[in-house]
């Protein structure tokens, strides 16, 4: 196991393969984050809200994963 810290996959070098990725984005939208409980908004908001209904990063991750998974 290596993990590494990177904006999605930005600071991965061309030719860097991976079995497994796993990260942790966020997933809320911002209206489901409103109506969410005040135990969930312990955690930073940008922790817990994207763009695109909650799914913008998963989004940006699909994108860049072929290049970089075995």
Do not use: M, W
């Amino acid at each position: 196991i290596e993990p590494l810290h990177s904006n999605l996959l930005s600071r991965i070098t061309a030719g860097h393969k991976f079995d497994i990725v796993a990260c942790n984005l966020p997933y809320l939208s911002e209206e489901r984050y409103q109506s969410t409980s005040p135990d969930v908004r312990y955690e930073p908001k940008e922790a817990l809200v994207a763009s695109q209904d909650g799914l913008g990063l998963y989004h940006e991750l699909l994108q860049q994963l072929p290049k970089h998974l075995l």
